[in-house]
């Protein structure tokens, strides 16, 4: 009662200064999906300001209940809090990443310190952490469901490993060094958009684009007549621009400049430069983890995944990173041999790799990945993902019109079960703009979770990617790669759709980092299949079904090139371990740090680090710091789980998908390695990752 009455008071005069703000009021639309179409710059501030403060009342009230602290009016009800925090959130953080400006920038530098304090104010406030602390200790004699123990445990480690039991003085230095650390996370970020928005490269004579794809050079010269260049090609350091030069272009200067502009960007010292953003956060990280008790910020990170300890994930890295590096260097000697009759006496040099690849892969396979991206229409591919989904769990997906959303580009489905009941709502936004970080990501803009009138409130989902804008009057055609992350995106959708729980704080994707990417990764497995390739490869001017002569091709070629692919990715995954490995950033060189790392692994010259420094997103703002090693860790599940519907004969198998949705719809409610026993029966085996990227027969 008395919590009602403050909130109460509290939403009352605030709406009265609010009442126009959309972001402040229950949406009139469809599904009560957030009216974006209404939001403008000057309603975010007064929104996150309500929003804070009302989530603020909330904790007092908890904390001031005179009656005795139970699961209910203490864990439940901080569980239930700062829902209107949510719909603000989901909203602006999305719209930043997906379409951003330099206002949008400003309002976050504003709202970073805002949201940290609040953190603050929840995990560091004493009187709410003795009433966790008091259910905690009497949990045993608990009258409380499975998923109930979870949410308490999961509650009070989360304030535990926020600083809870730590004396107040360190409790103000906790709090100073994760405000900081956001304000540099979101300059990091801008720094990268601002490096790559910047970064163009005009071609004036097209004889300098021999063997480049006709589609690729239109999309260029789309680019440089937009940019007050017409008649000229503009390449940029977006993955959709370069990489078509880096696979045909013969032009091997252009090659080299193009991967260049990539691989430093924020590394010029100028004013986006993000070298001195890294150090800072390192010393940021190392004195947070030390307040902690642990000399490096990896093992204070890890302790919640599945792996532990970094000595674990140090011995899994390596496992596979030999066969890996192994594998690339019989690549790279056969990549050297076919340099070798272009260029009698040169080396082969990272620019080289994917030209000469792409050549082997002809010759080899006969596989030209022009003759096969007609048949990978953008929107032909996602009702092929979509297909998979309606196979295996029965879901339905119907396109709905005239739905508010923040960019016209951006496409809405409403996702129901076999009886029609809603699961969900799904956002897809896929091509580049210039206010839209680089990558492919799932976000959550509305939670999955049941309200304390027992009503099922189902999550609203977005895939954001960066694919090829349709050019020349032709629709988007993928790449291979562009096919899998769409299927890879997908899969965390799925995630995220399909939740069961009870909590917001289980629900969906609120899992160990380390388990987050199998439903995402196993999907990846559907995507070259040749009977859901026949449901979707449709080439794009004919209609003709892809031929089984080049679904032949692909799945031949399916285990080509993989000592590349993977050692990319492990060189970034152990340099994110030798960062979050450090006691000290005093001295830290981040250019020779990056050098003597790559030495230390035996990395060859020939392959550059998938993500470089300046530029790692995903460890220096996205959240994945000593993390990224989780792709792999997960590729050993998803490897194995995918090996289960195998091993039936049937790549739809419903006792299989069955048991696999059940695992999806728990969420975080359970521990992952007990999820993963219960679906599988056992333990993952790696070695049915190793198969499939040919390192073992």
């Given at each position: ?25 229950q ?21 996150f ?19 005795a ?26 719209v ?62 989360g ?20 405000e ?95 070298k ?131 960019n ?26 210039a ?34 804008k349709?050019a ?34 289980l ?59 993977t ?6 995954s ?13 001295g ?110």
């Amino acid at each position: 009662m008395k919590k009602t009455i403050i909130l109460g008071a509290i939403a009352m005069s605030l709406l009265a200064c609010n009442s126009s703000n959309p972001l402040l009021e229950q949406p009139a639309t469809p599904f009560g999906v957030p009216a974006f179409d209404q939001v403008k710059l000057e309603h975010y501030m007064p929104a996150f300001e309500q929003a804070i403060a009302e989530n603020k009342a909330e904790v007092d009230a908890i904390v001031a209940n005179e009656e005795a602290p139970t699961f209910a009016n203490t864990i439940e009800a901080l569980d239930r809090s700062g829902m209107l925090l949510e719909r603000v959130a989901g909203v602006f953080f999305n719209v930043l990443e997906a379409d951003g400006n330099d206002e949008m920038d400003a309002i976050a530098e504003k709202v970073s310190p805002m949201m940290s304090e609040l953190s603050a104010y929840i995990t560091l406030n004493e009187g709410l952490f003795a009433r966790i602390k008091a259910v905690y200790d009497q949990r045993e004699s608990l009258d409380i469901t499975p998923e109930q123990m979870r949410l308490l445990t999961e509650t009070y480690k989360g304030f535990a490993d926020n600083g809870a039991n730590l004396p107040a003085e360190q409790k103000e230095r906790l709090k100073a060094i994760n405000e900081e650390l956001g304000l540099l996370s979101l300059q990091f970020g801008r720094n990268v958009v601002a490096e790559t928005n910047s970064c163009q490269r005009f071609v004036t004579n097209e004889d300098e684009l021999k063997g480049l794809p006709e589609s690729a050079k239109a999309a260029a010269a789309e680019e440089a007549t937009a940019a007050g260049h017409p008649g000229e090609w503009l390449f940029t350091p977006k993955r959709t621009s370069f990489t078509p030069v880096l696979q045909y272009c013969e032009n091997r200067e252009l090659r080299k400049q193009l991967l260049m502009d990539y691989t430093t960007r924020a590394n010029h010292g100028n004013d986006n430069d993000n070298k001195a953003v890294i150090i800072r956060e390192m010393e940021l990280r190392i004195e947070r983890a030390k307040l902690f008790g642990y000399d490096n910020p990896a093992d204070y990170i890890l302790k919640d995944c599945m792996a532990k300890d970094h000595q674990t994930v140090d011995a899994f890295l390596q496992s596979v990173w030999a066969p890996s590096l192994a594998a690339a260097k019989r690549e790279a000697a056969a990549l050297q041999e076919l340099l070798s009759q272009d260029y009698p006496g040169e080396k082969l040099q990272p620019w080289d790799w994917w030209f000469y690849a792409e050549k082997l892969r002809k010759a080899k396979y006969a596989l030209d990945e022009e003759e096969i991206k007609p048949y990978f229409e953008l929107g032909n591919v996602r009702r092929g993902a979509f297909g998979v989904a309606t196979k295996l769990y029965g879901l339905q997906f119907e396109p709905l019109q005239d739905m508010p959303v923040y960019n016209p580009e951006v496409e809405v489905f409403k996702v129901t079960d076999a009886a029609g009941e809603l699961i969900g709502i799904l956002y897809t936004d896929y091509f580049p703009r210039a206010g839209k970080r680089p990558g492919a990501w799932m976000n959550q803009i509305l939670p999955q979770y049941i309200d304390a009138e027992g009503v099922d409130h189902r999550p609203v989902i977005i895939n954001v990617g960066n694919f090829n804008k349709p050019a020349a009057g032709n629709p988007s055609l993928l790449s291979m790669d562009d096919v899998e992350t769409l299927f890879h995106e997908f899969g965390h959708a799925l995630h995220g759709l399909l939740s069961k729980a009870h909590y917001k704080s289980l629900s969906g994707t609120n899992t160990p980092r380390d388990f987050v990417e199998l439903p995402s990764q196993f999907m990846e497995n559907y995507a070259y299949e040749p009977e859901v390739l026949k449901t979707y490869a449709f080439h794009y001017q004919t209609g003709e079904v892809i031929p089984d002569e080049l679904i032949a091709k692909i799945n031949a070629a399916g285990k080509f090139n993989q000592g590349f692919v993977t050692t990319e990715l492990l060189s970034a995954s152990i340099l994110d371990m030798d960062f979050h490995e450090l006691t000290s950033a005093e001295g830290l060189d981040v250019d020779a740090f990056e050098a003597e790392s790559l030495r230390k692994m035996g990395m060859i010259d020939e392959i550059i680090v998938r993500y470089r420094p300046t530029f790692y997103n995903h460890i220096f703002t996205t959240g994945y710091e000593a993390g990224y090693y989780s792709y792999t860790w997960s590729a050993v599940l998803d490897a194995d789980a995918f090996a289960a519907f195998k091993e039936t004969g049937n790549l739809f198998d419903a006792e299989t998908a069955v048991r696999f949705r059940h695992l999806l719809e728990q969420g975080g409610t359970r521990d992952a390695q007990e999820l993963y026993l219960e679906f599988r029966g056992k333990a993952a085996d790696p070695q049915h990752l190793l198969r499939r990227k040919g390192f073992i027969e």
